[in-house]
């Protein structure tokens, strides 16, 4: 099946072309199961190409597919290429099975939308573009599919454009994107001046043509571009308004692919970044700020979709403060575990959101754990497993990461247990006022002016009565609730089968290695385990019983330590004087005035000459006997003086 | 008898003044044309005067280039002047100004 690796791109797009051409005549199941079934097949091939790469021996493991020559100049010679190996391998498994089953949940998510086959088309498309990130085998192939997701939670993220929040979230979306594309893009300049080459394994062959500086300024570039893309500090906020779009996206795009692409992006380097210690500090400071700032926000948030949302970027941070500690399989191990926790606490948002007609705000919720029960149950798995609680894949994952931590940074392992409490935390916090406590739906309830609800699009009166959702949004709830309770499985020892074995010819000996005694693993298990508990029980004393308590969270936390004011007013107000004043000063003034100014000279000068056109022929004739005259005059004296 | 070359520059020298002079003052459209003639026949006569004086037969060739010339020219011109009297009646050379800038 590696002979076949292309088609595991192709299928999607096939899918994406015929949606195009077709969709509007597929109709509303039809398109959607299509779709569906491409990014399945696609799932198949993958798996076949997993056994196939199980046979490939040898260290490196991997598989080279050369489909053609992309841009051949002189020395810049791009190949469109595949490389497989185990890494890209992990991420085409879990990109497109759970592709697979937002696919499927999406049949019944957007039942009776006008845009049912376009949202199917864009879902293609963005699965297509993510493997092309995935699987290429330079930087350029992967840019290419790095703008392609990031063009299509553009389009998905304002998929309800009509509605003015959904298109400027869209928009910031890009924009955040944009900037962080400046330094990928950057990066690929850097390197192929320095390597004049951008296929990867010909960088790692090379690292020392680079230097060390530049090794840096490549990695820090590259940081920049990952920030965007994964929504660390300071390029987090996008992430939060992406919520817009349907939720069935927030849990493919925004939590369990697109933005784990930085991540991804990250352990695809990792010689780069093993190299240069400054780098990989600075990847994991960032990290580790990021995931402490997002769980405090977290801890606030109203709308049960920008909780995730929040959640989502902590826990990215801890993949960053993981990479950063050389931890790549950690990060690797929580990036699994988190698609498939984050899909499925998204998904089942989505199916709250389903049920309650559109009701995202959590103080309107409540009880529905009476009316909702598979959802209650396999969202419960998903919040038992971010929270960390012991035996679950999330205790593994983070468990792994927090354990590396502690042996590179330990001021680090500070920050990311406290995050750990958060978490917990704000899940529990979460879980509690939706599914425990009274049924609030049914309530009138005020607006409240300082939240970002009063502008949501859904009238705030009362609610009929929920629902659970049909079969095909609850099927991918159980598969996905299986996969994250039992993926700790994963890494569980160093069995031949683990991922640490299995990633092992990629990372080899760059991989950091943590030297723990056993008590200290011990140790810091049980702290975790603890942790995680006291989390747990607050949040759930806290706000089972009560929605509405004293603010035990500022405005600051909930304006999400005002990040958004703060970049309105350094770069968003000056920008607009800046418009204004070459609206108002440069456009009219300098350019119109420079515009204006040639053509009244050329007015004023035409309008002296032109006296001397008469139209009478005496004067031409004078004009040119006064000539004629001259000319003699002239002949003449010259004769004279010879 | 021969006569002095000079005087027949000189009568050519005056006819073309006559000419230039008149092409300036006169309004007439047919009498400016005519004046053109004389200025063109002033350099004829100026011409022919010439090859006599420098036994060049150059002088008086061209004599008859000009000749073609002016009767081609004049072809063209009284056209032109027939076609503006077919328009208005009485048209002086300062009624046609429509090329003013």
């Known amino acids: 099946m590696l002979s076949v690796t292309w088609l595991i791109i192709a299928l999607p797009l096939l899918g994406f072309a015929a949606l195009a051409t077709a969709g509007r005549r597929m109709g509303e199941p039809a398109a959607g199961i299509v779709a569906t079934v491409m990014v399945g097949l696609s799932f198949l091939i993958g798996v076949g190409a997993y056994f196939d790469l199980l046979t490939v021996g040898g260290s490196p493991r991997s598989y080279t597919q050369n489909l053609w020559t992309w841009i051949p100049v002189g020395a810049l010679q791009v190949h469109a290429r595949l490389y497989v190996d185990p890494l890209s391998m992990t991420m085409v498994l879990f990109v497109t099975g759970i592709s697979t089953l937002i696919h499927l949940y999406s ?14 088309l864009y879902m293609n498309l963005f699965v297509a573009s993510m493997l092309i990130l995935v699987l290429g085998s330079n930087m350029l192939v992967t840019f290419v599919g790095w703008e392609g997701v990031g063009a ?24 955040y994107n944009r900037i962080g594309d400046v330094g990928f893009l950057l990066a690929i300049f850097l390197t192929f001046e320095r390597v004049h080459s951008l296929e990867y394994q010909t960088i790692f062959a090379n690292l020392g043509k680079i230097g060390s500086t530049d090794i840096t300024a490549i990695c820090l570039l590259l940081l920049v571009g990952v920030m965007g893309k994964s929504a660390q500090i300071p390029l987090f906020p996008w992430l939060a308004d992406a919520m817009e779009g349907p939720t069935p996206v927030s849990a493919l795009i925004h939590a369990a692919t697109m933005v784990t692409a930085g991540v991804y992006l990250l352990c695809r380097v990792h010689p780069l970044l093993h190299a240069s ?11 580790g700020a990021t995931a402490f700032v997002a769980a405090t926000i977290a801890c606030a948030q109203q709308d049960i979709k920008k909780v995730l949302a929040y959640s989502t970027v902590s826990q990215l941070g801890y993949m960053f403060l993981a990479i950063g500690c050389g931890a790549y399989v950690a990060a690797i191990f929580l990036m699994i575990a988190h698609a498939f926790f984050k899909g499925l606490l998204f998904l089942g948002a989505g199916s709250v959101i389903h049920g309650l007609h559109d009701e995202q705000d959590l ?20 919040w038992l497993c971010i929270a960390a609680v012991p035996p679950l894949s999330g205790f593994w994952a983070k468990g792994d990461v927090l354990d590396n931590t502690w042996a590179a940074h330990p001021g680090l392992w500070v920050v990311g247990i406290v995050t750990a409490l958060l978490t917990a935390y704000y899940m529990s916090r979460l879980t509690g006022l939706a599914f425990f406590g009274h049924d609030r739906w049914s309530n009138e309830v005020p607006i409240d002016a300082d939240t970002d609800m009063a502008d949501a699009h859904h009238a705030h009166g009362a609610i009929p009565e929920p629902h659970e959702s049909p079969w095909i949004m609850t099927i991918p709830l159980w598969i996905l609730a299986f996969f994250a309770a039992l993926a700790g499985l994963l890494d569980l020892s160093n069995n031949h089968f683990s991922l640490s074995n299995w990633m092992d010819p990629v990372f080899g000996a760059t991989l950091f290695q943590a030297h723990l005694s056993l008590a200290t693993e011990w140790a810091l298990a049980i702290t975790d385990s603890i942790i995680a508990i006291v989390g747990v029980v607050v949040g759930l004393r806290l706000w089972m019983s009560k929605a509405e308590r004293p603010p035990l969270e500022g405005a600051f936390l909930r304006r999400s330590w005002y990040i958004n004011e703060l970049y309105d007013t350094v770069f968003g107000r000056p920008s607009e004087r800046l418009a204004a004043f070459s609206a108002t000063v440069i456009d009219p003034k300098v350019i119109d005035g420079g515009v204006n100014g040639v053509a009244t000279l050329v007015r004023a000068s035409g309008s002296l000459i032109r006296r001397t056109q008469t139209g009478y022929v005496r004067n031409y004739v004078l004009g040119i006997v006064f000539g004629t005259v001259l000319v003699l005059a002239f002949m003449l004296t010259r004769l004279w003086w010879n | 008898m021969t006569i002095n070359p000079d005087w027949y520059l000189a009568l050519s020298v005056v006819l073309f003044a006559i000419g230039a002079l008149g092409v300036l003052v006169r309004r007439n459209v047919l ?5 053109v003639e004389l200025m063109l026949n002033a350099a004829n006569l100026s011409f022919v005067t010439f090859a006599r004086m420098l036994h060049d037969i150059g002088g008086q060739v061209l004599v008859f280039f000009v000749l073609v010339v002016a009767a081609a020219e004049v072809v063209v011109g009284l056209g032109i002047v027939v076609a503006i009297f077919r328009r208005r009646t009485n048209a002086t050379a300062d009624d046609l100004h429509l090329m003013k800038g």
């Open chain 1, 107 to 120: 049949i019944g998510y957007m039942k009776g939308d006008p845009d049912y086959p376009k949202f199917f």
């Open chain 1, 152 to 175: 299509c939670s553009y389009w998905l993220v304002s998929f309800w454009f009509t509605r003015d929040s959904a298109a400027s979230a869209g928009k910031k979306a890009f924009i």
């Open chain 1, 277 to 287: 210690s400054s780098a990989s500090l600075t990847v994991a400071i960032v990290g």
């Open chain 1, 363 to 382: 103080k309107r919720m409540g009880n529905l754990r009476a009316y909702l029960p598979i959802t209650f149950i396999t969202f419960g798995i998903g």
């Open chain 2, 31 to 35: 009498v400016m044309f005519m004046c």
